[in-house]
T-cell receptor, first 110, second 115 residues
Framework: QQKVQQSPESLIVPEGAMTSLNCTFSDSASQYFAWYRQHSGKAPKALMS????GEKEEGRFTIHLNKASLHFSLHIRDSQPSDSALYLC??????????FGTGTTVSVSP | EAAVTQSPRNKVTVTGGNVTLSCRQT?????MYWYRQDTGHGLRLIHY???????QIGDVPDGYKATRTTQEDFFLLLELASPSQTSLYFCASSDAGLGGYAEQFFGPGTRLTVL
């Protein structure tokens, strides 16, 4: 069964700095990779997704995907206090069912 | 934006009790999902459905039944609740998307406590 793991478990980032989050997966046939963000007490909400190797940028957010390394990452440029949240990576394994990682808690200190 | 609602928002029951969690989506999505969220485990898929009458087993199905009565409504049933099922439950929906890849929209969650 697909294993999806995230690192670090938590981190504190000063306002304005870069936040970098990592996700590894075990199934090399995976085809869809996504990041979700969940603010405290709220529902998860999709941030970005990517299908093929490389990089995708949307505003302050960038995803890197390296299928050969079974790794993808999320980078947040100019981190803001409003970016403080639980970040969940997700990988598609067959059908329509995403497999989620255990999450990274990010705290951005003003 | 997709609208997914869940009821009840909070539920307390006793061990051995019956519980039904309800989910409704109003965006005509074909796919609906039930997850549980526990600290240290992220989101774990319980059951999901491709459409009315369809049910697929997820990764942690033991102790749970589900039923999709219409395109809009998906129910999660705990027939003999146990304390290990104390959790935050999320429902989500998505459409087919291009090639089958599509964003999932989540409901607000139901916090269930089994005493």
């Amino acid at each position: 069964q697909q294993k999806v793991q995230q690192s670090p478990e938590s981190l504190i980032v000063p306002e304005g700095a870069m936040t970098s989050l990592n996700c590894t997966f075990s199934d090399s046939a995976s085809q869809y990779f996504a990041w979700y963000r969940q603010h405290s007490g709220k529902a998860p909400k999709a941030l970005m997704s990517i299908f093929s190797n490389g990089e995708k940028e949307e505003g302050r957010f960038t995803i890197h995907l390296n299928k050969a390394s079974l790794h993808f990452s999320l980078h947040i440029r100019d981190s803001q206090p409003s970016d403080s949240a639980l970040y969940l990576c997700a990988v598609r394994q067959g059908g329509r069912a995403l497999i989620f990682g255990t999450g990274t808690t990010v705290s951005v200190s003003p | 934006e997709a609208a997914v609602t869940q009821s009840p928002r909070n539920k307390v029951t006793v061990t051995g009790g019956n519980v039904t969690l309800s989910c409704r989506q109003t965006n005509s999505h074909n796919y609906m999902y039930w997850y549980r969220q526990d600290t240290g485990h992220g989101l774990r898929l319980i059951h999901y459905s491709y459409g009315a009458g369809n049910l697929q087993i997820g990764d942690v199905p033991d102790g749970y039944k589900a039923t999709r009565t219409t395109q809009e409504d998906f129910f999660l049933l705990l027939e003999l609740a146990s304390p290990s099922q104390t959790s935050l439950y999320f429902c989500a929906s998505s459409d087919a998307g291009l090639g089958g890849y599509a964003e999932q929209f989540f409901g607000p969650g139901t916090r269930l406590t089994v005493l």
